[in-house]
């Protein structure tokens, strides 16, 4: 079996690896990515929302009320939608994600994910700009729309929460929101535009085009399977289709699969699964969307995409591995047509993503403790897309012994003990 020598493998082709080997090759380092697709962005990456969210300051928390508990419980709030037959699984992680959703943990993860999301559109716009991938990094933002008095409130408590943290926002109401969306239906009543972040309108082709550019510097994306990896020597070695791939260092970057393989090191984090789901739909006679917009009531958001409109969902609660179900997109279809004129269904199935979750909503970024040259680099929940780049950035800065541009210790494996 032919032997390939790298100073770094990263494990995973998704977002986050393909950055974290863009910026370790701008480093110096000989660097190959290993997937099990053998292409970039076959998962998680490939069928999100496009939203580089440079407004996030809090993360999505589990609710606090007994009412909203409740009505999600039964299945009663479309935001979400829980498998009840994986709840003996993954109650211990909602335990987990429900403590650190009270008042003073949910402002400490917001303060650790500002430095990160702060700098989340520069690092794409970079990235992009030297891939020839401009045009799929769009201006304009996004608009979180709301139906009811009820719904406004709730938008002007959030902005409110965010003023002190200098998030751009503009408060819509129904004429102004018209202005720019026009074939939003009348029961959609204002909304809040986000103005800096960036949006793309093909998600799976960005992070291509990024991992294009890494080939094209040098970088070798080979076809292999992770769990494979295994000490060798004074480094990792970890079997591809085209030979034994050998590295000082390794980077696990699988998201949501990466505690297949940081489990067998012996390490054990709570990592868990929202999983989320999308269809793209035509638009009826001429209607069009300009960006993307979240329906705030239920939780879904609609994004004009290459493919049609994209129709995404919010969280699935299930065990990783559960088969797919159409159940939460079929709850959400009828809401969404009576929001924007969507005509027919453009995909077989529903497509099906998992967002890899640490219970308090941060990455883990940073050596792993108990092994030389191993390094971690996953768990980016809903911002996968937004934090990519710049965790690939910081994750470099760390490897290569410089001043990381800001304090990496919240994203530490340590904090979970
Ligand atoms: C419905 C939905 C909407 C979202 N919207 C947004 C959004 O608007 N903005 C945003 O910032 N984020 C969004 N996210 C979150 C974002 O998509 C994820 O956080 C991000 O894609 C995770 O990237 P990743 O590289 O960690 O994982 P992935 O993209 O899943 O990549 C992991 C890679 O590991 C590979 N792999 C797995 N097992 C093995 C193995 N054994 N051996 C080798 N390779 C293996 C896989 O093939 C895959 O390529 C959304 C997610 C969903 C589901």
């Not at 090759?25 to 999100?48: C, H, M, P, W, Y």
């Not at 739909?281 to 300009?290: D, E, F, I, V």
């Not at 958001?301 to 299930?318: N, Q, S, W, Y």
Request: hydrophobic share 45%.
């Amino acid at each position: 079996m032919p032997v390939f020598k790298a100073d770094v493998m990263v494990l995973g082709a998704g977002i986050v690896g393909v950055s974290a080997a863009l910026h370790l090759q701008a480093k110096g380092r000989d660097v190959a990515i290993v997937d099990r697709l053998g292409l970039a962005a076959g998962e998680t990456s490939f069928g999100n929302t496009g939203i580089v969210q440079a407004e996030a300051v809090f993360p999505y928390a589990f609710p606090r009320s007994p009412r909203e508990i409740a009505l999600a419980a039964l299945n009663r709030d479309p935001r979400a939608q829980i498998r009840h037959g994986a709840l003996p699984a993954i109650a211990p992680w909602l335990w987990r994600y429900f403590q650190a959703s009270a008042p003073g943990p949910r402002l400490a993860s917001a303060a650790a994910l500002r430095p990160l999301v702060a700098r989340s559109v520069a690092e794409h716009e970079a990235f992009a700009t030297a891939a020839g991938a401009g045009a799929l990094l769009r201006k304009g933002g996004w608009i979180k729309a709301f139906r009811s008095e009820r719904g406004r409130q709730k938008a002007l408590a959030d902005l409110e929460e965010v003023k002190p943290y200098g998030i751009a926002a503009e408060m819509l109401d129904g004429a102004q929101l018209a202005a720019l969306e026009p074939h939003l239906t009348n029961v959609v009543a204002g909304g809040v535009h986000f103005t800096a972040p960036s949006t793309t309108p093909d998600p799976g082709a960005l992070v291509k085009s990024y991992a294009d550019l890494f080939i094209a510097r040098g970088g070798r994306l080979l076809a292999g399977d992770a769990r494979s990896l295994e000490a060798s020597g004074a480094g990792w070695a970890v079997s591809s289709g085209e030979g034994r791939l050998e590295a000082r260092e390794a980077v696990i970057a699988l998201g949501p699969w990466s505690s297949d393989v940081f489990g067998a090191l012996g390490y054990r984090l709570p990592l868990g699964v929202k999983r989320g789901y999308h269809m793209h739909y035509g638009a009826a006679g001429n209607a069009m969307l300009n960006r993307p917009v979240l329906d705030l009531e239920f939780g879904y958001v609609l994004t004009p995409m290459a493919r049609g409109i994209r129709l995404t969902t919010g969280a699935e609660f299930a065990r990783r591995d559960d088969p797919p179900s159409s159940a939460h997109l079929d709850r959400l279809e009828p809401l969404a047509r009576q929001f924007f004129p969507l005509a027919e269904r453009r995909d077989a199935q529903p497509w099906l993503g998992r967002r890899p979750c640490l219970p308090d909503m941060l990455p883990v970024i940073g050596a792993a403790p108990r092994h030389n040259g191993l390094w971690f680099d996953f768990g980016h929940h809903h911002l996968g897309l937004t934090l990519g780049p710049v965790s690939g950035r910081l994750l470099a800065q760390l490897m290569t012994g410089e001043a990381p541009f800001t304090d990496p210790k919240p994203y530490r494996a340590e904090r979970f003990g």
